[in-house]
Each structure stands twice: as structure tokens, then as C-alpha cells.
């Protein structure tokens, strides 16, 4: 057995960490889609008219869409009157605060290492934890509110503040943008909302945990960010599911807003679960990200540590609207095993000086197939558009792929438009060469790793940097290449 | 300290050292020589622990212990140095990064506390002092877009922080000029001592009169066919290998 494939054999036998599930009485809404299942989760949640129309709306042109199959990834069909829609912790009456939250619950975000009580005392971070379909309690919100700020679980924000969520609800992704968006504005259970006021610079990090608990539950969450006229927020999302042997599906959409001079970060450690070492279960992850630099002088960045999922199929995009607006993604993507994503990004760029900067960073390892799509379209009107793409995929091994599809369209002769991509493998001398320095395996590969993935990561927020880094060692634990 | 009785190892079927005896006791320095493709930094690899190798027979024993049964690193923790002939590029890890991890795990496994940031630095800063390196080159990807001198440099620097018992330098003077040269071997003298051990792989004798060594060896066709002390560098560096080979010939 080559070196190769025994570190390969080491890395496939990983286990997921996250994998266990904690038993709490549901409220569930039957498995199946139809009008009444969408009527029961809008009463549910005692959603006015306007928004179960909305929702029926997207369920009538859901059912007349295919679902893509142009991504490079394959899948056996998907049931979709087997996943149940909806699926709620059940609780007695809604919390007022921590201490009434089902104690339960706040063991599995402890599991997850997000105490939201440590959180809230030592780091300033500011957590909707979203369990299956509901949110289920926000930190922070008073010191939020005296600056004007709304952040708050989706649900909460339809009955507060229903003017702003029918304003800016599907106005970055409409409800029939794509099969996947037109199915979570069907369905969608809640999510987060967020808000930042004109001149209001949001003075900590916002922080959503996403985490898909029952069985045959679809997670269809939204996320609603909107940036008023100077202003800035970060806002970070992680996710996690237990394992299971069944594939899960998650379908979510998330709409930025940016009016002008307004900054929105928004970062990702996506680490739902996998599948086991032979491919069986795992999450199906299918997510429409997309912002919109709507005001002069906005900026929106997208940074992404993506490590688990079975088939992961996200772009998340900037439309660059207002002119001097800048878009930026920057992305790591590992996958392992039988793993599939198919991601990147797209750039729209229609205001005059608009620039966009893409960074993805694949890894492949055991035989996952991993493949970068990118869009960069300047069209006409967007005079002196910059754009700069790199595209780095390394490879364990040699049953793994990395694919880069880049598609360039350009209407506007000013354009400058500028592609780089490299492809590379851990090399055997790599890893021989750490060991010599005392470096085990294991660290060795998390080190090079790091290492390549390294631009993107400096992009994270610190608190996040480093779980990310944790992650990508313990995703890639035991191979080497 | 060091004791090769009867060496084979063979890559891919092909045998390439072919009954290898050498000791190498505290204190000394051996140096290796010997024409291309005679099995020179093959020994040097074996010894480090390159999985690509197969040992066919023979046995290595390194302070008592079986250097053949542990696993590269944990020769390394053992104090066992390979300074590499050509040392490798890890992108987006910096040399302080790199060397902290290599530091803090050879530690660890010796029983001793890791060293926080503040000692690691401390050290690091008395280290560079003794092979003359630059703090920018630190903090630059390891070995990126390093000069032959400046990776050569590194390694010595790398040996320095690590303080082997056994160093291992393979053709550390390949791709160096005078200058780079006496630097290496500066740092590499002054890093000896009567506890510690070197075995120096060369082609040239140009390394030898910066580090002397005590034994001078050359490796032929896998086997070592001549021993001596630093005169018989000076006599290969005179009459080239020929005689050599025609000696081994007429056995």
C-alpha cells in the first residue's frame, strides 16, 4: 500500500463529530408538500394574508420548475413528498429569556460548543440559534434595539415589523428566482432577519447557528439582511447536523440589501453532515445567497469555510448595482469521501467603477468531486468594471476531481477582467518534510492545508478563524497526500 | 550513538544500498562521499525514515533504540535532523509558524511544555543570531521563492531550534557559492558539540574544509569501500573517483 493510500484509508475512517441527535418533543407538520402543508406552517406561525399568498404563489410555479441538474454533482432523485416541512421543538409557551428556554436545547448548543450563556458573557457575539425550523432565542436584541438595530429570528420579524420584511422580502432573491429559492418561499419555517438603521455601525458580530435535529426534516430557512445608507454589520452563520443515515435536505435563501455607503460581511462555516465514509446519508444543501449593492459606494462580501454536506450546490452572488459598488467572495471548499459541491459565486456588475475580487480555495480528498462555477458578467452601462478571479484547487489523492467552470461575459468594452487558477496535490515530500521537523500526519496536512487555504481564512472574523481552522484539520484528520 | 550493521534498502524492486556498516559515535563528525547515483542521500532518506524505501535486511540502532522501527517524526523527536538536500515549499505556512508546530510536538512528546509565543520567540531571536537570518525571511512561506542559499540557510536555522543529537546534512553544499558556504558550515560548527553527532553527504570536498570531519567514507554502488580520516577527501578531491571505482573493479 502506497503512502497515499493509507493516509487516504486513515482520512475516509473519520468519523463526524457532530453526529448525535437529541430527543425533544417535535410539533410536526406531516411529510409531504401541498397547499395545505404550506397553509398549516403560515398558520403556524400566524403569518398575515399577504404572506401566505406570497408563499402559495411560489408553491404554484415551484410545482410547474425542474429542478436544475446542470451542476456537476449527482444525486438519486429526491422525495419530495417524503421530507417532512416543518418541525418545531415543542415548547409550552415562547421564552422571555435564557432561563426559560427548554434546558434541552440549550445542552445541544453547548454540545455544538455555542453556549449561548458563554456567548453571551465572554464574547460579545450576538447568536439566533435556529434548531430545525425555529428560532429559538436571541441574545443581545436590548443592546441591539438602543442603536436601532433589528435583529431577530424571522418569524418574530413578521409579526414586529411586517413593513420591512414585505418591503425587502424577495427583492434580492425573488420567490420564483430558481426551483430551490421558490421551494424555501414555500416552505420556509423562519430564519433571520436582520436590520441596520442609516449611519449605524453595528458594534459586534451578529451570529446565526443553524442546526437540522429530527429525522425526514427539511430545513428551509431564510435570512433577510438589510443595510440602510452608511451603515455596516458583520454577520457570521454556522451550521451542523447530527448523523443520520437518510439524506436531509436544506434548501435556504439568504437577500442582503446594501444602500449606499453601506458594508455587509457576511461569513459561513458550513459544516453540516457529510455522509459516512461510504457516501450513505448526509445533507443535501442547496442555498441561494445573493446581495444586492443597491447604493453608490456599497460593499458586500461573502467569505465561505464550506466542510460538510453530501452534495453542496451555493453561489453566493453580489449584484453590483450602485455605481463604485464592490463585491467580494472569498471561498474554501472541502470535500472528503463521497462528497460533492459544486460552488462559487457571481458577480453582476451594472453600476459605472463597480470591482469584484473572487478567492475560492477547493480541497478534494478520498473520492469527492469538487468544482468551482463562477459567473462574472459586466454589462453595459458598467463602465471601468474590475474584476479579479483565483481559482486554487489542491488535491489528496487520486480518486478525488476539482473542476473550474469560469464564465465571463463582458458587454462593456472598459472592462478589466482578470483569471488565475492553479491546480496542485500535497505531495508525499510535503508531509515527509514536516515529519522530518517532529510534525505528525495529521498536523502536517492541517498545516499545508491552512496554508493554501490561508488568504481566505484572514478574511474571517478571529472567533471564527479559528473554528474554521479546527474544522478544516478535523475534516481532513488522519489523510495526507 | 549510531550503529548500521549490514544495510539493504531498495526503491521499486531496484536494490540500492547493498550491506551498509558505519558507526558514528558522540562528537564526531563523518562525512559521506561518493560519485552520483552511488546511494548517498538514499542513506540519508533511510535513515530520516522515507517510506518509499524498502528495508530488505540489516539493522540501525540509534541510542540503543530500533531507528527503523519509528515512524519519521518520531526519529525526529528522537533528535534524529535531516537537513534536506532539496528542502520543500509549503505555501501560506511562514517558517516561524511552521517551526513553532515542529517545536512545540517535539517537546510534547519529549514530556516538556510547550513554548507560548513569547519564549518561542525568544528563542527563535538567539537562534537567528547563530546562522545569520533574516527575521523577514521568517516570516515568509517556508522555502517560497527562497534562493538556494536562503533555503540552505533555513535548514541550518531549522537545526539550530530543533538541537539534534544526529544531523544529517544532505548535499547541504549543492547550489551554494563561497560565501553562502562558509556561512552553512559556520552555523553548523558552531551548533557541534561533544554530546551531539554529524554525518555530512557530499559529492565535493569544498564543504570539508569548513566542516572537518573526523572520518571520511565513500559510498560506491551501495556500499561502503573505503574509510579513512580527512586526508583521503583531499586525495579523492585530487584524483577523482576513477581510482576508486577501478580498486572496487579489481576486488
Known amino acids: 500500500m502506497s503512502k497515499d493510500d493509507q493516509i487516504l484509508e486513515e482520512f475516509t475512517s473519520k468519523e463526524y463529530e457532530h453526529g448525535w441527535s437529541v430527543d425533544f418533543e417535535a410539533d410536526e407538520a406531516p411529510a409531504g408538500i401541498n397547499e395545505d402543508i404550506i397553509r398549516f406552517i403560515s398558520a403556524k406561525k400566524e403569518e398575515p394574508q399577504w404572506l401566505l399568498d406570497w408563499r402559495l404563489k411560489a408553491f404554484k410555479k415551484w410545482t410547474e420548475m425542474k429542478e436544475p441538474r446542470w451542476p456537476n454533482v449527482k444525486y438519486p432523485d429526491i422525495d419530495y413528498q417524503g421530507v417532512k416541512y416543518y418541525s418545531a421543538p415543542k415548547q409550552d409557551k415562547k421564552p422571555k429569556s435564557l432561563d426559560e428556554v427548554d434546558p434541552e436545547l440549550l445542552k445541544t448548543f453547548e454540545r455544538l460548543g455555542i453556549s449561548l450563556t458563554e456567548q453571551k458573557r465572554l464574547t460579545g457575539v450576538a447568536v439566533d440559534a435556529v434548531i430545525d425550523s425555529v428560532s429559538v432565542a436571541t441574545t443581545f436584541k436590548e443592546t441591539l434595539s438602543e442603536l436601532g438595530i433589528i435583529f431577530c429570528s424571522f418569524s418574530e420579524a413578521v409579526q414586529e415589523h411586517p413593513e420591512l420584511v414585505k418591503k425587502y422580502l424577495g427583492s434580492v432573491v425573488p420567490a420564483t428566482d430558481n426551483y430551490f429559492a421558490a421551494l424555501n418561499s414555500a416552505v420556509f419555517s423562519d430564519g433571520s432577519f436582520c436590520y441596520i438603521p442609516s449611519g449605524v455601525r453595528c458594534p459586534m458580530e451578529l451570529s446565526t447557528y443553524f442546526r437540522i435535529n429530527a429525522a425526514n426534516t427539511g430545513q428551509f430557512e431564510r435570512t433577510l439582511i438589510v443595510a440602510e445608507e452608511g451603515s455596516y454589520v458583520s454577520y457570521l452563520e454556522g451550521c451542523t447536523a447530527p448523523q443520520r443515515d437518510e439524506n436531509q435536505l436544506h434548501a435556504a435563501v439568504v437577500e442582503i440589501y446594501a444602500a449606499k455607503d453601506a458594508e455587509v460581511k457576511y461569513s459561513t462555516v458550513q459544516n453540516w453532515y457529510p455522509g459516512d465514509k461510504n457516501g450513505k446519508g448526509g445533507i443535501y444543501n442547496f442555498v441561494t445567497k445573493r446581495g444586492i449593492c443597491d447604493g453608490d459606494n456599497s460593499k458586500i462580501s461573502w467569505t465561505q469555510v464550506e466542510t460538510g454536506s453530501a452534495v453542496t450546490w451555493k453561489y453566493p452572488s453580489c449584484i453590483l448595482k450602485g455605481d463604485n459598488s464592490q463585491g467580494e467572495f472569498y471561498s474554501v471548499a472541502v470535500t472528503n469521501n463521497y462528497q460533492q459541491a459544486d460552488t462559487g459565486t457571481k458577480m453582476i456588475h451594472i453600476g459605472k467603477n463597480t470591482k469584484s475580487r473572487i478567492v475560492s480555495k477547493g480541497i478534494s480528498a478520498g473520492k469527492s468531486q469538487n468544482s468551482y462555477r463562477g459567473q462574472v458578467h459586466i454589462m453595459k452601462r458598467a463602465e471601468n468594471a474590475r474584476n479579479f478571479s483565483q481559482c486554487d484547487s489542491l488535491l489528496m489523492g487520486d480518486k478525488c476531481g476539482a473542476h473550474t467552470f469560469p464564465y465571463i461575459d463582458v458587454e462593456n468594452n472598459s472592462a478589466q477582467v482578470e483569471h488565475e487558477a492553479t491546480t496542485s496535490k500535497i505531495g508525499e515530500d510535503q508531509i515527509f518534510y514536516c515529519q522530518q521537523r517532529g510534525i505528525d500526519e495529521e498536523s502536517a496536512v492541517a498545516l499545508i492545508v491552512n496554508g493554501f487555504a490561508k488568504e481566505v481564512m484572514s478574511k474571517l472574523p478571529m472567533e471564527f478563524a479559528v473554528e474554521a481552522q479546527k474544522l478544516l484539520a478535523l475534516t481532513l484528520e488522519g489523510s495526507v497526500g | ?251
Not at chain 2, 540500492?16 to 558507526?23: C, R, V, Y
Not at chain 2, 558522540?26 to 561518493?34: F, L, S
Not at chain 2, 531507528?67 to 528542502?87: D, K, N
Not at chain 2, 566542516?211 to 567514507?217: E, K, L, M, S, T
Request: net charge negative; no cysteine; glycine share 8%.
Open chain 2, 1 to 251: 550513538m549510531l550503529k548500521i550493521d549490514n544495510l539493504h534498502a531498495s526503491v521499486e524492486g531496484k536494490e540500492i544500498l547493498k550491506g551498509i556498516n558505519l558507526e558514528v559515535k558522540a562528537g564526531e563528525v563523518h562525512a559521506i562521499m561518493g560519485p552520483n547515483g552511488s546511494g548517498k542521500s538514499t542513506l540519508a532518506s533511510v535513515l530520516a525514515g522515507r517510506e518509499e524505501y524498502e528495508i530488505e535486511e540489516g539493522s540501525v540502532t540509534y541510542q540503543g533504540k530500533d531507528l527503523l522501527e519509528l515512524a519519521p517524526e518520531e526519529r525526529a523527536h528522537a533528535g534524529v535532523f535531516l537537513a534536506f538536500q532539496y528542502p520543500v515549499e509549503i505555501p501560506g505556512v511562514s517558517t516561524t509558524n511552521f517551526l513553532k508546530t515542529a517545536v512545540n510536538q517535539t517537546r510534547e512528546a519529549r514530556g516538556l511544555k510547550s513554548l507560548d509565543a513569547v519564549s518561542f520567540l525568544k528563542v527563535m531571536k538567539e537562534k537567528m543570531k547563530l546562522v545569520d537570518i533574516d527575521q523577514a525571511l521568517l516570516s515568509r512561506a517556508l522555502n517560497e521563492g527562497f534562493s538556494g542559499g536562503e533555503k540552505k540557510r533555513n535548514e541550518i536555522f531549522q537545526m539550530a531550534m530543533l538541537e539534534p543529537t544526529l544531523s544529517i546534512l544532505d548535499e547541504t553544499d549543492s547550489g551554494l557559492d563561497i560565501d553562502a558556504l562558509k556561512i552553512v558550515a559556520d552555523g553548523v560548527n558552531k551548533l557541534k558539540s561533544p554530546d551531539n553527532a554529524t554525518i555530512v553527504v557530499t559529492h565535493y570536498q569544498r564543504l570539508l574544509d569548513y566542516i572537518v570531519p573526523d572520518y571520511v567514507h565513500v559510498l560506491y554502488q551501495g556500499r561502503i569501500v573505503k574509510s579513512g580520516d580527512k586526508s583521503l577527501a583531499h586525495e579523492l578531491e585530487d584524483k577523482g573517483y576513477d581510482w576508486i571505482k577501478e580498486e572496487v573493479a579489481a576486488l
